[in-house]
């Protein structure tokens, strides 16, 4: 993949990047899901990467960015806590000043691709009480950092997820990335941007089921004709192809939006992921079911889009969380 490019995409010329955008990025995420491809992309490349590119000093880039754009290395974002329930301010773990550095103390769920990292992008509390916007901080750490802890967490599709302890762990001053105590909005930006990639990961998810359900259809015979001409089929099917048209219509609004900085941008991120939740999880739904008997057994590869659906459906917010969002953020 980074051979190809496809890692590249959506950071600046100035770092190394394709310059391409969110709205490149989802063309290989939709390809993704379509194959359901285990690869840290997005943990590493569209959250941690676009982290580290927007808030990091060169030093890091240099150490850090660059080798993740050419593959050899793997990030992660370490932002989830126990208890929080998609509040991106909603941190107990602990940076306190100390020295020439910090020492940071507590414990992140949940952290995509963390079993693989060689490095951490940590949110942390430097100042303020636990569910203050203000007084987070973000710093750059090594795996091997001494106190750091990685445990493996197992999630219902199989993806790589891992829980870190940090007991003691001591940075210096220039393990920061942006402003110290000022995190929050580069935070909400790049999960803003992890979750169009996740959409167009979804979209392909959807739309793979959607095919070889339709191809199953048009095989499978029951009373001497094939499923497909019943006419409850035909119009369950029909719902399912609006869904993801609608999908990808979402999908693709949010993406340049985001890329062009439009006013309305994070409201649109919203309207994609509640589409993307509802939509993946139905036709998901509807694709094990034509499939009948055999798409319950493990044996058969369409129930593996039911289980990466259930997963991508509560990742970044579910759709009752971003409907809820979009009402917020519209003053409803």
Not at 74 to 99: F, I
């Amino acid at each position: 993949m980074a051979e190809l490019g496809w890692t590249a995409m959506p950071f600046t010329e100035a770092d190394g990047g394709l310059d391409m955008g969110l709205a490149g990025t989802i063309l290989v995420t939709e390809a993704m899901g379509r194959a359901l491809a285990p690869e840290p992309l997005i943990p590493s490349i569209v959250l941690a990467g676009r982290a580290l590119a927007k808030g990091g000093s060169d030093d890091l880039k240099q150490v850090w960015l660059g080798p993740a754009i050419e593959g050899e290395k793997v990030l992660a974002l370490a932002y989830q806590e126990r208890g929080a329930r998609y509040n991106l301010h909603h941190c107990k773990t602990h940076a306190t000043h100390r020295d020439e550095g910090y020492v940071l103390n507590g414990e992140k769920v949940m952290v995509a691709a963390g079993l693989l990292a060689d490095a951490f992008v940590v949110v942390a509390r430097t100042q303020g009480a636990e569910t203050e916007a203000d007084g987070l901080t973000m710093f750059l750490i090594p795996a091997d950092t001494p106190g750091l802890h990685v445990i493996r967490q197992w999630l219902v599709d199989s993806s790589s997820a891992a829980m870190i302890s940090l007991s003691g762990v001591r940075v210096g001053t220039d393990a920061v990335i942006g402003n110290p105590d000022e995190a929050l909005p580069l935070l909400e930006e790049v999960i803003d941007g992890g979750t169009v990639a996740l959409c167009g990961e979804m979209l392909g998810g959807m739309c793979e089921a959607f095919d070889r359900t339709m191809s199953y259809l048009k095989e499978r015979k029951q009373f001497d004709a094939v499923l497909g001409s019943f006419q409850a089929l035909k119009h369950r099917a029909a719902y399912m192809f609006i869904e993801t048209e609608l999908a990808r219509s979402a999908t693709m609004a949010a993406a340049r939006a985001v890329d062009a900085g439009e006013a309305n941008a994070k409201a649109l991120v919203s309207v994609a992921k509640a589409r993307c939740s509802d939509a993946y999880v139905k036709i998901a739904n509807e694709a094990v079911q034509m499939h009948g008997g055999i798409g319950m057994t493990d044996e058969h590869e369409i129930g593996f889009f039911l289980k990466r659906a259930r997963v991508a459906e509560m990742t970044f917010g579910d759709a009752a969380y971003h409907r809820n969002r979009y009402a917020t953020l519209n003053s409803y």
